[in-house]
C-alpha cells in the first residue's frame, strides 16, 4: 500500500492536474472521488491525523498545526506521541507489516515507523539536518541524504519535493515496506507564496505530475495506491493579525520576536489558524469578553462566528469564540506575505478536495460524487486486512 499526499491542491484544481501524463495514466487505473469534505479545522497537521486515524481533531488530539500562540518561535506539533488514536501504520506495525514514511506530518519520534524520514521542523539557529536524524531513522536517512543531497535547496520548492520522491522510491525498491506514506508540498508552499491563479504555480503542478510518476514506478503496477488531497486553498488579498485588537485595548504586549505578542495579566490572546480564529479568554470578565466578541464581528475580513458544532468537531470547545475570515482575508499571529491560504470552515466555496484509489476494487476511470476524507483510515485498514 502506497499513500500519497497532494498537499492543498483542491478539487478545483483536479481538472487542471489530470491534463499532465502520469495524473492522466493514473486517473485511467483508478477510482476517483471528486467534491470530498475535508475535515475542520483544515490544516494540514489536523486533516492528516484525521486520514490517518478516521476520526475528528478531537479525538485525535491534533486540533492545529502548531502549539497555541502567546509564543516567542511558533512550535509545531510534529512528535507522533501528541496522536491521541490509532493511526494506520499503528495498526499495520502490530500485524508484523513493515512500515516507511517520508515528510508525513506528526512522525517525528515515532516508535512505530520503520522507515522513517519525518516532517521535522526547527527553532531559529538550529540544524534541519540534525533535527531530522534525531527524530527519524538515522542511519536511512544520512544514506539517503548523503546519495541525493545535490537534489536540495535548503528547503525551498519545489526541489524538497523531489527529495522527498527521491528518497521513498528508493525505500520502496529497497526496503519493499508493506504501507509507504509519502508527503509532497510543493503546491501548497507556493500557493502561500504567490495565490493559487499564478504563473509560477505551473512548477508545482509539474513537480507533483513528475514526483507521482517517479513513485508509481517505484512501486510497481501490482501496488495498491491511495492518492488524496488534504484541503483547498483560497487565494488571500489581506492578511489580518487579530491580536493587535488586544493590543490595543491593552489586553495584549506586543514583543520582538516571530510571534509579535506576549499575554497580559489577563492571559487572553487570539489562536490565529489562517481561515478561523480562537478567542481564549483566560481571567477576562464575561463583560469584557463579549466586548471582544461584538469587536470582532465589525472588524474588516470577519465572515461568521463558529458554530458549536464547528468548535466541537475541530477540539476548539475550549474557546470563549471562533471566528473565520471571508474571501481574500485570513489571520496569521504575525503580518505575513501569504498570497494563498486554508483553515477555513467546510462551507468556503470552492473547497472540497479529491481522493483517487488503484487497486481497491472500484471501476477504473469511474468518478464517484462526496465523501469524506474521514473514509480514508477504515477503507485501507479493510484493504489491509488491519
Known amino acids: 500500500m502506497l499513500i500519497i499526499s497532494f498537499d492543498a491542491v483542491g478539487d478545483g484544481q483536479f481538472d487542471r492536474l489530470a491534463g499532465y501524463p502520469a495524473m492522466s495514466g493514473f486517473i485511467k487505473q483508478s477510482s476517483v472521488r471528486r467534491g470530498v469534505s475535508t475535515v475542520f479545522l483544515s490544516n494540514t497537521y489536523p486533516v492528516h491525523t484525521s486520514v490517518a486515524t478516521g476520526v475528528p481533531p478531537r479525538e485525535h488530539g491534533l486540533i492545529s498545526n502548531t502549539e497555541p500562540f502567546p509564543a516567542r518561535h511558533p512550535v509545531w506539533n510534529t512528535r507522533e506521541s501528541r496522536i491521541k488514536a490509532k493511526t494506520i501504520w499503528q495498526s499495520a506495525r502490530e500485524k508484523g507489516i513493515k512500515t516507511a514514511a517520508v515528510l508525513w506530518p506528526v512522525t517525528a519520534y515515532s516508535k512505530t515507523v520503520d522507515y522513517n524520514i519525518p516532517e521535522a521542523h526547527t527553532l531559529p539557529g538550529e540544524s534541519q539536518i540534525m533535527a531530522n536524524l534525531k527524530s527519524g531513522s538515522f542511519f536511512l536517512q544520512m544514506k539517503l541524504f548523503l546519495r541525493h543531497r545535490k537534489l536540495l535547496d535548503g528547503i525551498s520548492q519545489p526541489a524538497l519535493d523531489r527529495f522527498a520522491a527521491a528518497c521513498a522510491a528508493d525505500i520502496l525498491r529497497e526496503k519493499k515496506p508493506g504501507l509507504t506514506l509519502i508527503h509532497l508540498t510543493a503546491y501548497d508552499s ?151 491560504n486554508h483553515g477555513y470552515p467546510l462551507d468556503m466555496p470552492d473547497y472540497s478536495v479529491f481522493y483517487m484509489t488503484r487497486g481497491f476494487g472500484g471501476k477504473p476511470g469511474g468518478v464517484i460524487q462526496g465523501g469524506s476524507l474521514l473514509d480514508i483510515a477504515p477503507m485501507v485498514k479493510k484493504r489491509m486486512g488491519l
Request: hydrophobic residues 35%; contains cysteine.
Open 190 to 340: 507556493l500557493c502561500h507564496q504567490y495565490g493559487k491563479d499564478a504563473p509560477e504555480m505551473e512548477a508545482a503542478f509539474r513537480s507533483l505530475d513528475n514526483n507521482l510518476r517517479r513513485l508509481l514506478a517505484a512501486a510497481g503496477e501490482d501496488e495498491d495506491v491511495l492518492l488524496f488531497s488534504d484541503h483547498g486553498q483560497i487565494n488571500v488579498h489581506t492578511v489580518l493579525t487579530p491580536n493587535e485588537m488586544l493590543v490595543d485595548r491593552g489586553l495584549l504586549r506586543k514583543e520582538a520576536g516571530p510571534a509579535g505578542y506576549m499575554a497580559g495579566e489577563s492571559g487572553c490572546f487570539m489562536e490565529c489558524c489562517a481561515g478561523s480564529a480562537f478567542f481564549h479568554p483566560g481571567k477576562l470578565s464575561k463583560d469584557k469578553t463579549e466586548e471582544i466578541r461584538e469587536a470582532v464581528s465589525q472588524s474588516e475580513g470577519f465572515r461568521r462566528f463558529l458554530t458549536e458544532d464547528e468548535l466541537c468537531v475541530s477540539g476548539m470547545e475550549h474557546a470563549a469564540f471562533g471566528f473565520c475570515a471571508g474571501e481574500g482575508y485570513c489571520y496569521e499571529a504575525r503580518a505575513s506575505g501569504y498570497r494563498g
